[in-house]
Structure formats: structure tokens, C-alpha cells
């Protein structure tokens, strides 16, 4: 069965440093592997996702992710935060042979202050 | 084009009432997820709909929770005798299943489900 840790409900950075966001997987065949954003009072959104094409995967506003399989980890990173990129980050994994229908499954979330 | 449409968008009811969530998935996917997203906690997965496959109902908390998908299309979540632990927002979601089973998924703006 797959599953997703994120280490971390709550992550707080200053403005211009870096933001790292942990995630973990379990799964029983290679993966699909996604983080999606939430900001306020809006709807999920997807940032980035790997397909096995590259293991450093770039997605928009300058955040990127790289698959390590030898530590089941996709974590997910960007130079320098920005007040914008407040809001809360979700991990998710989804099966690539069809064995679990293609559910995907979400971390429990972590959520991303950036103090000024 | 339209993306994922949910109504209404915020539902109050009573306890021991049934309600009735409707999604409307963007034309042409032929999956439709949907989620449930309490305060403080994750994206739990409730219910997965794939073409004319049947439904993987695993993530459904109680048999109080049904879903239908209706010509493929529509799908209306229903949960019968509410209690208050089932205030929470609930998203649908939908998605292309491509060869190889990539399915980044697009999601609706959610229902919130108050029960007083």
C-alpha cells in the first residue's frame, strides 16, 4: 500500500531563505510523485511532478523537488521564499501500474509561514 | 475551458439530516476523486471513480457516505443521518487518465459542510 510523511504541520522562514519541505513515500512500485499548493482561501493547485524523465523536477515559482529513491524522499525545496509563497504545501503518491486504479494519496499537509 | 465545478459552495444543515454535494469534472476526465479536508488535518481520500470501472470506495469513513457518477460525468456525494464530525470541506477532483497513468489531478473549490 503507498503512503506519504510529511515531517513537519508547520514550517516558518524568513523572507529570502531557504525553504526545504519533507516528504516521504512508501510504495509498492515505482511512483508518481506530486506536491500541490493551497494558498488562502483558494483551491489546490499542482507546483510539480515526477514521472521518472528526471529526478530533479522543476515547478512554478521557483520551487523544484528531487525524487531519491535510495531514501523513498521527494522533498521539496526553493532558494529563497517570498511572502507569496505562504500557504499550505501537500506530498502526494500515485501508483504507476494501474494495480491501485491510479488513486493518489496526500500527505497530511505542511504549512508554510514566511516572516518578513 | 471550465475547470472543476462544486455545489453549493458552503452547506449548513442539522444533525441527523442528509445532504447531497454535487461535482462537476472538467469534460472529458474520466476520473473523479473526492476528498474530504478537516481543520487541522489532511486530504483524506474518499472515494475514486475511473470510466465504467467500479468505484474504490476504500476511503469512505461510514456507510452514512455514498457517491454516484452518473454517465460519467456528475458525481453527487451523499451522506445520510450527518453528524458534527462531518463539518469539514469537501473537494472533488478530476483528471485525464493518459497512457502510463499519469493523472495530475484538477480540483474543485470545495464544499464546506457545516453540521450544527
Known amino acids: 500500500a503507498q503512503s506519504v510523511t510529511q515531517l513537519g504541520s508547520h514550517v516558518s522562514v524568513s523572507e529570502g531563505a531557504l525553504v526545504l519541505l519533507r516528504c516521504n513515500y512508501s510504495?509498492?512500485?515505482?511512483?508518481?510523485l506530486f506536491w500541490y499548493v493551497q494558498y488562502p482561501n483558494q483551491g489546490l493547485q499542482l507546483l510539480l511532478k515526477?514521472?521518472?524523465?528526471?529526478?530533479l523536477v522543476k515547478g512554478i515559482n521557483g520551487f523544484e523537488a528531487e525524487f531519491k529513491k535510495s531514501e523513498t524522499s521527494f522533498h521539496l525545496t526553493k532558494p529563497s521564499a517570498h511572502m507569496s509563497d505562504a500557504a499550505e504545501y501537500f506530498c502526494a503518491v500515485s501508483d504507476t501500474q494501474g494495480t491501485g486504479g491510479f488513486k493518489t494519496i496526500f500527505g497530511a499537509g505542511t504549512r508554510l509561514f514566511v516572516k518578513a | 475551458g471550465a475547470g472543476v465545478s462544486q455545489s453549493p459552495s458552503n452547506k449548513v444543515t442539522e444533525k441527523g439530516k442528509d445532504v447531497e454535494l454535487r461535482c462537476d469534472p472538467i469534460s472529458g476526465h474520466t476520473a473523479l476523486y473526492w476528498y474530504r479536508q478537516s481543520l487541522g488535518q489532511g486530504l483524506e481520500f474518499l472515494i475514486y471513480f475511473q470510466g465504467n470501472s467500479a468505484p474504490d470506495k476504500s476511503g469512505l469513513p461510514s456507510d452514512r457516505f455514498s457517491a454516484e457518477r452518473t454517465g460519467g460525468s456528475v458525481s453527487t456525494l451523499t451522506i445520510q443521518r450527518t453528524q458534527q464530525e462531518d463539518s469539514a470541506v469537501y473537494l472533488c477532483?478530476?483528471?485525464?487518465?493518459?497512457?502510463?497513468?499519469?493523472?495530475?489531478?484538477?480540483f474543485g473549490p470545495g464544499t464546506r459542510l457545516t453540521v450544527l
Open positions: 477532483a478530476s483528471s485525464a487518465r493518459a497512457s502510463g497513468g499519469l493523472n495530475e489531478q484538477f
Open positions: 515526477y514521472t521518472s524523465a528526471a529526478t
Open positions: 510504495s509498492s512500485v515505482p511512483p508518481y
